[in-house]
């Protein structure tokens, strides 16, 4: 079966403008979850996904941020009015529900570059 | 913010050298994952330890978890070229029933021919 899966792949955009990142879990997993990683540093926590809804939006680092999820499937980050520090690699996991506790499924990320 | 800190932040070995990263982390776990990132881009599930565990292996990785200490430490044995990457820790502390992970800066490893 496939991945998880991400689009764009890479993105370059104009300060001030919205964005749209994109990612489609693994079929069935009804949990998914947005990272962000800026260079050489490790992964930051956005939003988790517990089919269409939110339970953990707490890391999402302003409210130009946000994301939605339709259908317990593909889900959209959108960030507006984009600023120079958003430029980073935006990563997208999934994990089945139950256990609570299993290894999340990341997709190969999209690189955001903010001029 | 980071739980988890890895040790050394980078890591340069000939192949077939052993190659060992640390991580220590702040807060209580549940369990704690090793996973790796190869050029920035996705990362790959290596190995997860629950709490309740002092060891474990896969293949040429062996983790280890000490609680007390707040450390775990990844092994890999006869490092071959294609180990090279970055390696991050994340610690899984359930968070209203889903396991929210925490990861660290990572290890940036350099496997030579």
């Known amino acids: 079966g496939a991945g998880v899966s991400q689009s764009p792949s890479n993105k370059v955009t104009e300060k001030g403008k919205d964005v749209e990142l994109r990612c489609d879990p693994i079929?069935?997993?009804?949990?998914l979850y947005w990272y962000r990683q800026s260079l050489g540093q490790g992964l930051e926590f956005l939003i988790y996904f517990q089919g269409n809804s939110a339970p953990d939006k707490s890391g999402l680092p302003s409210d130009r941020f946000s994301a939605e999820r339709t259908g317990g499937s593909v889900s959209t980050l959108t960030i507006q009015r984009t600023q120079q520090e958003d430029s980073a690699v935006y990563l997208c996991?999934?994990?089945?529900?139950?256990?609570?506790?299993?290894?999340?499924?990341f997709g190969p990320g999209t690189r955001l570059t903010v001029l | 913010s980071q739980q988890g800190e890895e040790d050394p932040q980078a890591l340069s070995i000939q192949e077939g050298e052993n190659a060992t990263m640390n991580c220590s982390y702040k807060t209580s776990i549940n369990n704690l994952q090793w996973y790796r990132q190869n050029s920035g881009r996705g990362l790959v599930h290596l190995i997860l330890?629950?709490?309740?565990?002092r060891e474990k292996h896969s293949g040429r990785l062996r983790v280890t978890l000490d609680t007390s200490k707040k450390s775990s430490s990844l092994l890999i044995t006869a490092s071959r070229a294609a180990d090279t990457a970055s390696y991050f820790c994340a610690t899984d502390a359930i968070t209203g029933g889903y396991n929210k992970l925490i990861f660290g800066a990572g290890t940036r490893l350099a496997v030579h021919p």
């Open positions: 079929s069935g997993h009804t949990a």
């Open positions: 996991a999934s994990s089945p529900v139950a256990p609570a506790w299993r290894e999340q499924f």
């Open positions: 330890i629950r709490s309740n565990e």
